[in-house]
């Protein structure tokens, strides 16, 4: 960029007798090659999103299993292109779980050093303007932006790749905030209901007879926008092509939160939480297992022992880190105990 890109704030929703602010770019300043020509300013947003808030909240209010809503489309489409233009190369060796373990996720949390348009998605994304857009569709109030885009960012499950069910850590690490709302925007021009990568949301995977499931699949420049709380169940089932070829399921997340909430709905502090699939649905009684059935099983055989792996070195690490907490106690205890003791005359 040959210098700092310009932001102007236009006024729109007049005609309702509000005001709301939509940050728009001097896109002369932007350098983007997928943009075909400059124009003189363009919204982050798509256009007519502010004007369909109160539309998406009441769409957000009535939805099923828990409260979220479809929006279509999120961004500007120039700028959702320039995005998925500039999303970031995967890098196998920074492909780690949460734990440390080897997967095919990569993600980048450090939106502002992938690019230009990342940065100027960010400086609207922290902006008040966009927190009150997002407050006038979930109802949710207070709503902050988080810097360092902890958990979120750009996403790249690439094939072989799954999110089993699970609810969300309940508290930001650092600061202790509630965490309220996550906005997934997919990135992907081509995208096949049977690849797998679908977005499902579960009314509670613990109960997985009954389990029932909304699927949204990963499209472009398409956001699921869902409060979260302790029965936001969701994930997706394994990123895989029937030819075998390389999948990328490309999506930018932001998750928002606030300094507390309603009473009703704190819960102890906890990780992420997930809970594995139960049987194939064809598995039923009397049914005669094909060569697919077997391999199906044993691949959730495999998931289910690694996951198990990674609990059990996650409570191993819990436990050293305990005992050498206890350790430095006792280590204090006797360090102040002769400053305790009276003086002998």
């Not at 728009?24 to 947003?45: R, S």
């Not at 256009?47 to 809503?69: C, E, N, Q, T, W």
């Not at 857009?133 to 902890?150: K, S, W």
């Not at 069910?165 to 905030?177: I, K, P, R, S």
Request: with cysteine.
């Amino acid at each position: 960029m040959g210098r700092d890109a310009e932001f102007v704030y236009e006024r729109s929703n007049e005609k309702e007798g509000k005001q709301e602010s939509a940050l728009v770019v001097d896109m002369e300043c932007l350098d983007v090659t997928v943009l075909c020509k400059p124009c003189a300013h363009m919204q982050i947003l798509a256009s007519d999103l502010i004007d369909k808030a109160d539309f998406y909240r009441g769409k957000f209010d009535s939805a099923k299993p828990f409260r979220h809503v479809l929006i279509t489309p999120f961004f500007d489409s120039a700028i959702a292109e320039a995005m998925l233009q500039e999303f970031p190369v995967p890098l196998e060796s920074q492909m780690r779980g949460e734990v440390g373990e080897k997967c095919r996720k990569f993600a980048c949390h450090d939106v502002r050093s992938i690019g230009p348009t990342y940065r100027l998605v960010d400086d609207y994304v922290s902006s008040p303007e966009f927190a009150r857009v997002m407050e006038r569709v979930t109802g949710i109030q207070n709503l902050l932006y988080d810097p360092e885009y902890h958990g979120g960012g750009t996403h790249d499950n690439l094939s072989g790749q799954a999110m089993f069910a699970h609810v969300d850590f309940n508290l930001h690490h650092a600061t202790g905030y509630h965490r309220r709302t996550n906005a997934i925007i997919y990135l992907n021009k081509e995208w096949n209901e049977q690849w797998g990568g679908n977005l499902e949301l579960h009314t509670d995977p613990w109960d997985f007879e009954n389990d029932q499931i909304v699927s949204y699949p990963p499209l472009f420049n398409h956001c699921i926008l869902f409060e979260t709380n302790e029965h936001s169940w969701h994930g997706f089932q394994t990123v895989q092509a029937p030819d075998g070829r390389e999948l990328s399921r490309k999506s930018f997340t932001i998750y928002m939160y606030t300094k507390d909430r309603p009473a009703e709905e704190i819960a102890p502090k906890h990780w992420t939480r997930y809970v594995l699939p139960g049987p194939p649905k064809h598995f039923q009684a009397g049914h005669t297992l094909s060569a697919e059935d077997v391999q199906e099983l044993k691949l959730a055989f495999e998931e289910r022992n690694g996951f198990l792996q990674v609990m059990y070195g996650r409570e191993s690490r819990l436990l050293t880190r305990v005992e050498e907490l206890i350790k430095a106690i006792e280590h204090l205890k006797k360090m102040q105990k002769p400053a305790l003791e009276p003086a002998r005359k």
